[in-house]
DNA sequence: ACTAACCTGGTC
DNA sequence: GACCAGGTTAGT
């Protein structure tokens, strides 16, 4: 489940749980969750107080009264899970959070490709552009972060150095929305263009983060583009196609995003 | 700039 | 059995 609006969520449910509670134990379950927090930064943890969580892009850090981070990435799959410590963590449990009130946070993830490691400060994240939240993100910044960049404009929005938080379903949709063809060289974009897709990427995050959860139930509500391909466009009627780029699957209408 | 890799599970 | 999946990074 993650996008920027649904880490957003998930930080926001841990923040309700987990603010103001101190860490008794953790329980890294997987071995590749190991890898990322071993033993030796795992142990720092237990005595130490959770006292905010932050979100940057897709990023979690929980803020830890002696000023480190714990910071969390979902990858693909990832997602909280809440519940009682002696209760036996749920399937795909890859991290559990032990806490002083008797309840457990776990970090479910059927791919366990999530990350969870210490770092000392916010800056130890990988760099990252404007959130696309962000007011400041206009067509402007956009082109100045866009310029250069010979790559196709869906890679481009996919980089988090361009605009941090969107991913393959939310730039698709984004695109749409701003009737742009997700191939066109990322540079060559006009600043008439740069305006819709700014658009374009609000209306599309605003309305995913007004409705928690609701593409993680599976269906693919009220998006649309992504997931659809041979279905008819809601805006022109036009048949919505699949590409690959880069690897992953690109939806859009070729009718009318040009 | 592209590919492979990290993982597991669901679907064809 | 093969292929696909909402992400990112290390390697060519």
Avoid at 126 to 151: N, Q, S
Avoid at 164 to 193: F, K, Q, T
């Amino acid at each position: 489940m993650p996008e920027l609006p649904e880490v957003e969520d998930a930080a926001k449910r841990l923040r309700a749980h987990a603010v103001g509670r101190t860490i008794v134990a953790t329980r890294a379950l997987h071995a590749a969750t190991r890898r990322t927090l071993p033993p030796r930064a795992a142990r720092r943890l237990p005595g130490r107080t959770i006292v905010a969580v932050e979100r940057r892009g897709k990023h979690q850090l929980l803020r830890l009264d002696d000023g480190a981070f714990l910071h969390i990435h979902f990858r693909m799959a990832g997602d909280w899970s809440f519940g009682r410590s002696a209760e036996d963590p749920p399937r795909h449990a890859r991290f559990v959070l032990d806490l002083s009130d008797g309840s457990r946070v776990a970090l479910v993830d059927s791919r366990a490709l999530s990350t969870v490691s210490v770092v000392a400060s916010a800056d130890a994240l990988p760099p990252l552009g404007l959130e696309a939240t962000d007011p400041a993100l206009d067509a402007a910044t956009l082109r100045a972060a866009l310029e250069k960049r010979r790559v196709a404009i869906k890679l481009a929005l996919l980089d988090q150095r361009v605009v941090a938080g969107l991913g393959n379903i939310y730039v698709a949709e984004a695109l749409w929305h701003a009737r742009i063809d997700p191939r066109r060289p990322a540079a060559s974009l006009s600043l008439e263009r740069l305006d819709r897709l700014v658009r374009g990427i609000r209306e599309t995050i605003e309305v995913a983060l007004a409705n928690p959860g609701r593409y993680s139930t599976g269906e693919a509500e009220g998006l649309h583009v992504y997931d659809r391909e041979g279905e008819r466009c809601d805006r022109c009627g036009g048949r919505i196609r699949r590409i690959v780029q880069g690897a992953r699957s690109t939806y859009f209408c070729a009718t009318c995003q040009r």
